[in-house]
Nanobody, 116 residues
Framework: QVQLVESGGGLVQPGGSLRLSCAVSGSIFSIHAADWYRQAPERQRDLVANITSGGSTNYAESVKGRFTIGRDNAKNTVSLQMNTLSPEDTAVYYC??????????WGQGTQVTVSS
């Protein structure tokens, strides 16, 4: 059974950095494409970053230049490097992975809190 396990969230001060990971297990298929979403309290879930099957990346304007989405095929993981964090980045972050067989899976979410 395929599972996505997110990790790396936590409390960080403004200006700090965090690296989120989303590990795929239980599948013979590798990651085809992936997204990171975030949802702040009382807010909708927004797309933050995307990486395509070819490795191209796209970012929401609010995180462009600060966040980097990555993919490690050997480890079958997707990452989100978050730098220069601000309180506005506080949210639950979710990974969404499409495997090479076309199936889509969501991570359980990990809390990121940016506060002094």
């Amino acid at each position: 059974q395929v599972q996505l396990v997110e990790s790396g969230g936590g409390l960080v001060q403004p200006g700090g950095s965090l690296r989120l990971s989303c590990a795929v297990s239980g599948s013979i298929f590798s990651i085809h494409a992936a997204d990171w979403y975030r949802q702040a309290p009382e807010r909708q879930r927004d797309l933050v970053a995307n990486i395509t099957s070819g490795g191209s990346t796209n970012y929401a304007e609010s995180v462009k230049g600060r966040f980097t989405i990555g993919r490690d095929n050997a480890k079958n993981t997707v990452s989100l490097q978050m730098n220069t964090l601000s309180p506005e980045d506080t949210a639950v972050y979710y990974c969404k992975v499409r495997l090479t067989n076309g199936w889509i899976y969501w991570g359980q979410g990990t809390q990121v809190t940016v506060s002094s």
